[in-house]
């Protein structure tokens, strides 16, 4: 969970969605558990009491290993979330 050096927001965490059940994360690394053998979609959002922005999805394939979620500089930006740099599981 990367947040810009420069945003014109404070004090505002990420939601990580999963199965549909928001849980309040930080920003930084973080480790969350889904099944090794299934498809999952999760998502983020951050929330400052009025609204929701910088929203993202991505569905985690089985052979992803870690994703990454930059959050943007302005609230009514979407956010994005991708497989982190050498993140994909080796192939035999």
Known sequence: MHKPWFALYA???P?????GRGQ???WGLGTWQVPA???VTLGVFLFNRLWR??????TLAPDD???????PALPFLPGRIRPAPHSRAPHA
Do not use: K, M, S
Request: glycine share 8%; charged share 20%.
């Open 24 to 26: 309040p994360t930080q």
């Open 11 to 13: 004090g505002i965490r």
């Open 37 to 39: 053998d299934e498809t």
């Open 53 to 58: 922005f910088g929203q993202a999805e991505h």
């Open 15 to 19: 939601t990580l969605v999963l199965a």
């Open 65 to 71: 290993l870690a994703l990454e979620y930059r959050a």
